[in-house]
Every structure is written in C-alpha cells, then in structure tokens.
C-alpha cells in the first residue's frame, strides 16, 4: 500500500523566497513621496503547493509539478492553498487614496495615529500637467489632461491650501489644542502611514481590482508597484498564473455568450431580437442608445478579434425604427 502524507510527520524547513529577501525593508518610491516596503512575509509558490497537496494527496505530486498544480488551482478558483501565504507591507500613502485601500476588509491593518501624534509633514502634489479631466460617462472617474497652463494655476493653488492648512495645524498644536482636534482640517492629500498584513488570495483580489485601468490612477500606482516590484519575487508561479487567468483574462456572461455566437453565425435578424429582448438597446430621438453592459461587450469584441458588426446593424433608420423607445 502506498505511504500517504501525514500531517503528524516532522515539519518541513519554512519556505522562503530569496528574491524577496534580497529586498526586505527595501522602500519602492510611489508617487511623489509615498513609498511601499516588506517588513516580512510567511511562505513562497512551495507552501501553496504544500497546502494543496495535503488536501488533494500525495499521488499529485507524481502527476503534476509545482507549477502546472498553483495553475490549475487560480484557473479554478481554489484559492484556499494561497491563504497559507501572508505578506506585510509598511505604505505611506495619500490619505484620500487610503481611504479606497482600507474599504478591502480582509487585511490586519494599524495606521499611523493623528490622535496620538503630530501629522506626517508631507502632501501629495500635483504637477501642472497632470490634472484630469472628469470623465463624461463615468461619474468616478477620469480621462484626458487639462491645458497645463490652467494646471500651472491649479497647482499654485494646491500648493499654496496645503502651506495654510499646514500653518493652521502647527498654530492650533502650539496653541495647546489637543492633537486629537488640530488634525480636523488637514486636506486629504495629507500622508500617513500603516502597516498592512494580507494573505495572498485577498492580496491578489485587491491586485485585479486595483491594477484595472478604471481604478483610480494614485491607487493603481501602489498596486502596479505591489504587484510588479513585489508580488513578481515573492511568488512568481503564483503571479504568473494570476496575471493568465485574472488580471489579463475577460468575464463572458450568459448573454455575450450569445451575443458572439449571434455575431459569429451573421443571423442579423436573431442579433436584432435578441438585444431589444433583453433590453440592451433603445431609440430616443432616433438615435440608438446602447445599455451599458451592451457597450461593454463591445468593447470586448477587438479582444477577441472580432468583427463588430451591431453598431453598423443598429444605425440602419429602418432598425432604429423598430426599437422600443
């Protein structure tokens, strides 16, 4: 009878990660002064392996390696084994960007205390020609630069709100108000700093939601850094079957399933009833409006290497005609 793995049997050596050792309390430059560094971490790719191998058995090890096995678990979203990894990081960051960072609830966080002591001296600013402009059909986000010579004004005034509210804190503090009260006013561009321990499968979820290009743009440099700078040594069969089957992969519901099967057989007549059957299109004004999840799926199409034919189909007047209003 084969030997099976017993967890009664003496402890193997801990796994470590020597490209993450090489950069251990290493500060990785964010912003203009914002900064991200490992304090510590527990396991590496072999403690995932590990974990899994506990659960499925010892007979996997024969069949598959160490890689081809942490592949099969993130394409499967068995995400268990990745829990076994931990990572700490020490991040100074803008405040109005923590504030997005602290609502992923699955992490041990203690933060630099404004209570307790005086505010960290130092704001995040913005050169002249990287103010953004509102985005016109996403009401949380941006695209496009202003004129820099209007961001030439902006800044100056940036700059100038910070210095007073700066000025205004150390009064209150030298005044003898409690720290707890003269913090009340400082701008949100303000630094603080936290410690920030994760275990890898939240770490990844906060990584695919974070390095998306419609995530902020302060907070995607932190996770571009997280991500590329540290995760990369930490765990790169992890990383690498994460960047495969989450960050660079693409969802399809049930209706763009349909929708390409549609757009591959050209049936027009079956494309057209489909979307005003499901509510993915209107008329107003005689002009088709697409619902989100329609344009979003659209713009999947180039993805896949697809031909959008819809749009030419929705434009036609004897279509828009025929759509419900």
């Not at 058995?57 to 024969?62: E, F």
């Amino acid at each position: 009878m084969a030997k099976t793995e017993s967890l009664n049997e003496a402890p193997t050596p801990r796994h470590r990660s020597e490209a993450l050792d090489a950069i251990l309390g290493t500060p990785f430059k964010v912003l203009d002064d914002g900064f991200v560094r490992v304090v510590d971490y527990l396991g590496a790719d072999e403690s995932i392996v590990q974990a899994a191998r506990v659960s499925y058995g010892a007979g996997t090890k024969k069949s598959r390696e160490d890689r081809g096995l942490i592949r099969y678990l993130v394409r499967h979203a068995h995400t268990t084994p990745l829990e076994m990894c931990e990572l700490k990081l020490h991040v100074r960051v803008p405040m109005d960007c923590w504030r997005q960072w602290i609502r992923h609830r699955t992490a041990n966080v203690n933060e630099y205390s404004t209570r307790y002591s005086i505010a960290i001296d130092g704001s995040q600013t913005t050169p002249p020609e990287r103010w953004r402009k509102q985005s016109a059909d996403n009401k949380q986000g941006s695209e496009g630069w202003l004129d820099p010579e209007i961001g030439r004004r902006l800044t100056e005034g940036e700059r100038e709100l910070q210095d007073m509210s700066r000025r205004v804190y150390a009064e209150r503090l030298d005044l003898g108000v409690a720290r707890e009260q003269a913090r009340k006013d400082l701008p949100l561009s303000t630094y603080t700093e936290a410690y920030w321990k994760v275990d890898l499968h939240n770490l990844l979820h906060f990584l695919w939601l974070r390095m998306d290009p419609h995530a902020q743009a302060e907070i995607r440099e932190y996770a571009n850094v997280i991500g590329h700078e540290i995760v990369a040594r930490w765990v790169p069969m992890a990383w690498e079957a994460f960047k495969d089957y989450r960050l660079g992969a693409l969802a399809v519901s049930r209706l763009e399933v349909e929708l390409i099967r549609l757009l591959a057989s050209r049936d027009d007549k079956g494309l057209l009833d489909f979307v005003t059957a499901e509510e993915l299109v209107r008329a107003r004004n005689g002009i088709p409006v697409l619902a989100g999840e329609l344009k979003e799926f659209l713009g999947k199409l180039g993805r896949f290497g697809l031909e959008d034919r819809l749009s030419p189909l929705l434009s036609r007047p004897e279509i828009i005609s025929r759509l419900p209003a």
